[in-house]
């Protein structure tokens, strides 16, 4: 049975083949070299998340490349959601791997948000609120009847993880600056200050890729479905595209696993 809609009653324009078909292909190549550094390092396992992100956005590109050529109202909420929700996954492996150096950190005057637990688990229960706001709004936003309500939906929750973000940011630049936070230094690192220094730079540098790439999807998602930014496909590779996929290089590029081993032998102290 033909499906009964076209690919621009979906989309609200005529969006490009072979575009989608290399986004998947690089996003696929990310998630073999991750894996293969993670597991040449014996890095700890929650650094899989990079993994499991980018082979959920090559999915997500998958699924938008058939649609496209096989349009159908259930491949565009897929490839909806999955173009939209694997990010979060990129927050949570940055705010986990903060909260990695302030757990391996002595720090005797820790203010409370530099504790691990705050870092990673408010930071967590954040990304899980945003998530399932946005995946909520987003869902309601392909049928016509809820579409509007679903906009804001979506929008409060990429609204709320734009407020987070900038909180983090904040934090993280407190733990570049302070020399009391520390992480196990790798092969290339002089020691764990400058180790520290790097993984540090890496969080800060992705996170703000990460920023711009929200900052898109909530102006994106105020604008609504089929307004000018929906329809300007150009914007959507370049402010999402290419942030997400700029962020998986760093992370290839710039790999931090050695500094997370799966055992860490003794906690780094600083001697000042």
Request: net charge positive; proline share 4%.
């Amino acid at each position: 049975m033909s499906s009964s809609y076209t690919a621009l009653d979906l989309y609200t324009y005529d969006p490009v083949h072979v575009v989608p078909e290399i986004a998947a292909s690089v996003f696929i190549a990310a998630a073999i070299i991750l894996t293969i550094q993670i597991i040449k390092t014996n890095t700890a396992a929650w650094v899989f998340v990079l993994v499991a992100t980018a082979l959920s956005e090559s999915l997500g590109y998958i699924t938008r490349a058939v649609c496209i050529q096989h349009p159908s109202m259930g491949l565009f909420i897929s490839t909806t959601l999955l173009l939209l929700l694997p990010p979060n996954a990129l927050a949570f492996f940055n705010y986990k791997t903060v909260g990695e150096i302030s757990r391996q950190s002595y720090d005797p005057d820790r203010k409370f948000w530099l504790k691990p637990g705050f870092v990673v688990w408010v930071f967590f229960a954040s990304d899980v609120v945003t998530f399932v706001l946005q995946a909520g709004g987003g869902a309601l936003t392909v049928f016509r009847d809820t579409r509007d309500i679903g906009n804001w939906i979506c929008s409060a929750g990429l609204a709320a993880q734009i407020v987070f973000i900038t909180i983090f940011l904040f934090i993280t630049f407190s733990v570049y600056r302070s020399p009391l936070y520390t992480v196990t230094k790798g092969a290339r690192d002089r020691n764990i200050l400058s180790a520290k220094r790097r993984v540090t730079r890496v969080v800060l540098v992705t996170t703000l890729l990460l920023y711009v790439r929200t900052i898109y999807r909530l102006v994106e998602s105020v604008d609504g479905y089929g307004g000018k930014i929906y329809a300007a496909e150009w914007a959507f590779y370049v402010f999402d595209f290419v942030p997400i996929f700029s962020m998986f290089l760093i992370y290839i590029v710039f790999f931090v696993g050695h500094n997370f081993p799966r055992h860490i032998t003794q906690t780094p102290v600083v001697r000042l």
